[in-house]
């Protein structure tokens, strides 16, 4: 069964400085890995979503990296704001079609202190 | 388009009573999907539906669960009898088209409490 780990589970900032985030998975057979944002006492929303074939998506100033044979992806994110604050959780997707199947992570809770 | 909503979005009931939760996927999309989140376990995999029709129930906890989906935009995760161990918050999510890499919505969730 696809196990999918973040670490840290909390991690707090000083505002301006860049940060990673890390997600392991333990079936390197995976179609696509996507991040996700989680706002207090909201739904999900999709940041980047990398397909297996890719290394890296970009998207301002968050950067999604891909090693597939090792089961690892990590979320970068530059300059950091108080708005970052969320809770950023990674989920992979075993199939292309079928629609998102995904297995998440529980999540890094992030802080980004002024 | 308003999004995935979502009712009700907070709700305290009894244990043994009846839980009817509701979701309006977004117009079009055709893959409608219910999640549960807790501290302990996640986010899980609870059904999912395309075209209205059940693909993957194997999520569903137990037979107290149940959802049915009798049209393109109403969906109902139904809890009978509930028990304080499905206090989460439950997410129904859409997406357009079958291609796992099509951008899936969430809508903001419903939180259970069971005492």
């Known amino acids: 069964k696809q196990e999918v780990t973040q670490i840290p589970a909390a991690l707090s900032v000083p505002e301006g400085e860049n940060l990673v985030l890390n997600c392991s998975f333990t079936d390197s057979a995976i179609y696509n890995l996507q991040w996700f944002r989680q706002d207090p006492g909201k739904g999900l929303t999709s940041l980047l979503l990398i397909q297996s074939s890719q290394r890296e998506q970009t998207s301002g100033r968050l950067n999604a990296s891909l090693d597939k044979s090792s089961g690892r992806s990590t979320l970068y994110i530059a300059a950091s704001q108080p708005g970052d604050s969320a809770t950023y959780l990674c989920?992979?997707?075993?199939?292309?079609?079928?629609?998102?199947?995904?297995?998440f992570g529980t999540g890094t809770r992030l802080t980004v202190i002024p | 388009d308003a999004g995935v909503i979502q009712s009700p979005r907070h709700e305290v009931t009894e244990m043994g009573q009846e839980v009817t939760l509701r979701c309006k996927p977004i117009s079009g999309h055709d893959y409608l999907f219910w999640y549960r989140q807790t501290m302990m376990r996640g986010l899980e995999l609870l059904i999912y539906f395309n075209n209205n029709v059940p693909i993957d129930d194997s999520g569903m906890p137990e037979d107290r669960f149940s959802a049915k989906m009798p049209n393109a935009s109403f969906s109902t995760l139904k809890i009978q009898p509930s028990e304080p161990r499905d206090s989460a918050v439950y997410f129904c999510?859409?997406?357009?088209?079958?291609?796992?890499?099509?951008?899936?919505?969430f809508g903001e969730g419903s939180w259970l409490t069971v005492v």
């Open positions: 989920a992979v997707n075993l199939r292309r079609t079928g629609a998102n199947n995904l297995f």
């Open positions: 999510a859409s997406t357009e088209g079958g291609d796992s890499g099509n951008t899936i919505y």
